[in-house]
């Protein structure tokens, strides 16, 4: 009997987050402290940390670039509108271009708070554009290929770092 | 729902959720950014299949002649595309197909929505053609007139598949890939931007987007496809029936 009340497994607090963990870990469950752990394991988790700490400035650095892109399109559409206003169709080419420069301009805000969405809807946005161009002009797929190539790399690099450090939720 | 969590590095099982694994430390968040990560490239791969698709269906329309052949073929090319992506999810997919038990209210506000919709829509882009091109005779009706029952077939092609097949794309595949990578507001938003953003027009966009925003409310709210297929099948047979009676109109004013 006294057997069996040494072998039970009793639940205790993280050192480090409180959160209840089993004595059968080594490392807390919640916050992957090595709460049961040796100095090695310690070490172990400090070099985790300081990994993802520099994993997710870079993530937060691509987002923010993806963001400007999507300030730059913005500028950049609108602009071209406002030079095809004199030209023939002026007006629909000014309304058509104004309306896309605006939703990359709520796209690229709207980042601040929702990367991920937003940065997948901007490259969508943009490569839809590109078939549309490419449909009415086909030369137009290949004007600019680098300039495109960057514009899609940045996105994508956005897209994927905001993916990399959403939050998890851990409703299952 | 519970499932077992594997760590991925030491292999235990875990049936509680965990972020990290209590035996060797690895984070098992990585993990679920790896499944997210899956859901995000099958909805990348995807939209960009669509476009393409739709770039080849321009293409094959300047350079073939209009024929029944033809429209067949694409519709079912359509078709095979959207059903062969949604076999990656087919299980889910198929719990939408359910028909819901909803209220007396619900089924006339399904019936009500796409009579108002229409009206907008068909007044809204007649308009803004009108004021951007000078130009508002597009018809969908007489995009259909080389054939020899135009109006079974415009119905056909304009009224019935697009509801089937476009629902099962972007409320069925694209609304459950969605919803494993953000969350079920941010889902309804991003399968409404892109319904909008294949009708390939940005004047369209300004009621293509809302109207894409109510039916993935719909669907979110009553986990089923078969509200925003009827919405947008008596949508899109409104905007059919009203093109045939301009026509009709217009072929008694000319006599």
Redesign the interface.
Known sequence: MNEIIELQLFPSSCNHCSEI??E?????????F?HN?TVK?LA??EK?IRD?DRTNEEAKRKIKNARNTLYVMSAITFLFGLFSFSGE?G??LF??ST??SI?YLVLAYWSTQ?P??SL??G???Y??II??S??SDPGTIVRGIIFKVIIIAFLAKG??SA??I?K?S??? | ???NIECKQCHKQ?V??????????A?I?ST??EK??IA?NL??VF??TF??F??AV?LINERLESSLVKELVIELAFASLVIGFSLFDWKAILKTYKVPKLSGNIWAWTFIIPILSSIVVYYFVNAMNTI??GDSDYSYFESYLYLDNPLPWAIFFVAILPPIFEELAFRGFLFNQ?QK??SER?TI??TA??FA??H?S??S??WIFPFGLLLGYLRSKYKTLWLGIIIHFIHNLIIILWDYYDYQNLIHFLE
Do not use: W
């Not at chain 2, 509680?16 to 430390?25: M, Q």
């Open positions: 963990v089993s059968e870990y080594v490392y807390c469950t919640y916050c992957g090595p752990g394991d172990l988790y985790r993802k169709l007006s629909a309304t058509i309306i896309q939703i929702k991920l969405i997948l809807l490259l969508f946005l490569l839809t078939i549309v490419a449909v897209i994927y993916s990399s959403k998890i851990y409703a299952y | 729902m519970h499932t875990f509680k959720a965990v972020n990290f694994c209590g035996f060797c430390g984070s968040q679920k950014v997210r990560n995000l909805v990348i939209f960009i476009l393409l739709a770039l321009y951007l091109f969605l990578i953000v941010m938003v991003g931007f892109l953003l294949v390939f940005l004047i966009f300004l």
